[in-house]
T-cell receptor, first 114, second 114 residues
Framework: AQSVTQLDSHVSVSEGTPVLLRCNYSSSYSPSLFWYVQHPNKGLQLLLKYTSAATLVKGINGFEAEFKKSETSFHLTKPSAHMSDAAEYFCVVSAGAAGNKLTFGGGTRVLVKP | DAGVIQSPRHEVTEMGQEVTLRCKPISGHDYLFWYRQTMMRGLELLIYFNNNVPIDDSGMPEDRFSAKMPNASFSTLKIQPSEPRDSAVYFC????????????FGSGTRLTVV
């Protein structure tokens, strides 16, 4: 079985300050991990993915995430928030026999203040 | 590649009417997923197909919902009869085989049942 926990349902940051979105996962197998972003009234877009190569993964729009097996974490960060980063972010795990079936976290809604 | 294409983008219908949502996956992707998203329940997996065959429909809320995939390039999600509580955004996603790819999502269909 696999599961994902996003530790914050809402995060508020000021423009220009760092963003940290926390994600912990549980998996019986070596996982693949993803972050998706959903802007208001839009579909989900892949930000980045970890697939057992480098543990520090860089994605689009300046985001990056670090896979830490010992902590079962895959936190998403960005050094400097932009107004356009206001969106909902989903941490996702894929593992096991049903490798094509993804398990989504509950989402973190990011508010960026000017 | 045009991505995953969903139609219509918006649908407003009266309670009791039949609603059909359509999806064209990315060519070469052999998995197709239907999701529903609401504020109250978040993102829910309704059903998914592999090579046009339904694999898991345990998320389909009730018999009023049905999904088909007659060929590799087309799928439908039908609600008959529709009810106001079916109002949601319905997403289609596709992926190739393998757990490292993640899903590509369509832009969604916003369904309102009045």
């Amino acid at each position: 079985a696999q599961s994902v926990t996003q530790l914050d349902s809402h995060v508020s940051v000021s423009e220009g300050t760092p963003v940290l979105l926390r994600c912990n996962y549980s998996s019986s197998y070596s996982p693949s991990l993803f972050w998706y972003v959903q802007h208001p009234n839009k579909g989900l877009q892949l930000l980045l993915k970890y697939t057992s190569a480098a543990t520090l993964v860089k994605g689009i729009n300046g985001f990056e995430a670090e896979f830490k097996k010992s902590e079962t974490s895959f936190h998403l960060t960005k050094p400097s928030a932009h107004m356009s980063d206001a969106a909902e972010y989903f941490c996702v795990v894929s593992a096991g026999a049903a490798g094509n079936k993804l398990t989504f976290g509950g989402g973190t809604r990011v508010l960026v203040k000017p | 590649d045009a991505g995953v294409i969903q139609s219509p983008r918006h649908e407003v219908t009266e309670m009791g009417q039949e609603v059909t949502l359509r999806c064209k996956p990315i060519s070469g992707h052999d998995y197709l997923f239907w999701y529903r998203q609401t504020m109250m329940r978040g993102l829910e997996l309704l059903i998914y197909f592999n090579n046009n065959v339904p694999i898991d429909d345990s998320g389909m809320p009730e018999d009023r919902f049905s999904a088909k995939m007659p060929n590799a390039s087309f799928s439908t999600l039908k609600i008959q009869p529709s009810e106001p509580r079916d109002s949601a955004v319905y997403f289609c996603a596709s992926s190739p085989t393998g757990r490292n790819y993640g899903y590509t999502f369509g832009s969604g269909t916003r369904l309102t049942v009045v």
